[in-house]
């Protein structure tokens, strides 16, 4: 069970994918739970292999929505063999969304989906959603949450009508519950083209400070120097990351000892950013002592600020 105890000032940030058999109503889903206020362009600059769908903003948290390559496909999820790809976004978003619909009988597609589920569910959760309750009776609503329970463990059940808003607000509750706490990754409103490297400097920032956020409180930024798809590979792309602190008692606690604290960093950062991008990333990460950095206009405009 997740925990619903946490104090009302915690802010949640993460990451989410919905997956199912095609019009079981991922997107319709996405779309409500996103709701119209903030209108989602799907972002999706060259280094991206599958877009962000939406964005939830809610005061007490932010839920990234994107897809998984591949999976959202009608046809490919029952035809092939899920990729690599596959399973490593289903690892690296914080929860999983399985939707069935309710007007449908559980087949064999959605079976197989559960069983290539179950292969990440110890290292992410999966809730189970039962999609379009408007169309049926209460009673055969309850039936499909039987029959879905049986498909596989879950980690939350819940139905849901995108058409109604039935329990909408259920499931960004639940989804929230399952994502780590962090700060707002995008800024409210709409996106724009330009902030996956915004995102990334941010996703970094917040890794680098995990654990040590007393000893670093805003010292410490994060500039992206280079990006982009390595030449020759078709799911790589290369990214050169500075972490900027103040001073050399700084730079050591980033660092750790023979470098492990920044190998920590590296992994908790690389998560995130492949599940953001949809690809495979080779991070490279260096920490500079960029003095007073916060007073000196230059360098705040290079760093993004
Ligand atoms: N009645 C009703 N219809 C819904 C609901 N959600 C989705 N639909 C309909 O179901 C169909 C499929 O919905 P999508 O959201 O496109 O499904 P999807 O899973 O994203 O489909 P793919 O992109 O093919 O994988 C559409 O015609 C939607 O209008 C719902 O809550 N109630």
Redesign the pocket.
Known sequence: MVDVSSSAETHRSGFACFV??????????TNALVGTKVAITSSKPQTTRHAIRGIVHRPDAQLIIVDTPGV???RTLLGERLNDLVYETWSEVDVVGF?V?ADEKIGPGDRYIAAELAKVSERTPVVGIV?????VSKDQVAEQLLALQEVMEFADLVP?????EYQVDVLSDLLVQHLPEGPQLYPDGEITDEPETTLIAELIREAALEGVRDELPHSLAVGIEEMGPREGYDNLVDIYAVIYVERRSQKAIVIGRGGERLREVGAGARKHIQALLGSRIYLDLHVKIAKDWQRDPKQMQRLGF
Do not use: E, I, Q
């Not at 199912?20 to 889903?29: E, M, Y």
């Not at 999609?131 to 169309?135: N, S």
């Open positions: 199912g058999r095609p019009n079981a109503g991922k997107s319709t889903l959202h496909r009608p939707c619909p999609t379009k309750t408007d169309l849901v009508s995108a058409v109604d």
